[in-house]
C-alpha cells in the first residue's frame, strides 16, 4: 500500500481530562473536610492549600498511571488483533 492509501484511525480517549481535574479538587476537598469532622478541628487556610496540593498530585499521579494502563492495553488490542488476522488468514 502507497503512503498516501494508508488508513489512519483515531483513538480518542476515555479520560476527559477537564471533569478528572474538577472531580480531583472536589475528592480533595472532601477528604480535607472528612478528617476535620472526624478530628473537630479547622485547618488554617495555608496547610489547608498544602494538603490540596498534596493531595491533588497524589490523584493526578494515579491519572497519570491509569493513562500508562491504557497504553499499554491499547497495545495488547492491536498486537491480537494483527495476531488474529493472521491465524485466521493461515487457516484458510
Known amino acids: ?9 483515531e483513538i ?5 481530562l477537564n471533569i ?5 479538587l472536589d475528592i480533595a476537598d472532601f477528604a480535607i473536610e472528612k478528617y476535620e469532622f472526624r478530628n473537630d478541628t479547622t485547618l488554617s487556610p495555608e496547610v489547608r492549600e498544602e494538603v490540596v496540593a498534596k493531595t491533588r498530585a497524589a490523584l493526578w499521579a494515579i491519572v ?3 493513562k500508562l494502563r491504557r497504553q499499554r492495553i491499547l497495545r495488547t488490542m492491536f498486537t491480537k488483533a494483527d495476531e488474529t488476522v493472521q491465524a485466521a488468514i493461515d487457516d484458510m
Do not use: H, L, P
Open 64 to 66: 497519570e498511571d491509569i
Open 1 to 9: 500500500m502507497a503512503d498516501s492509501d494508508e488508513k489512519t484511525i
Open 20 to 24: 478528572v481535574g474538577d472531580n480531583i
Open 12 to 16: 480518542r480517549s476515555a479520560i476527559d
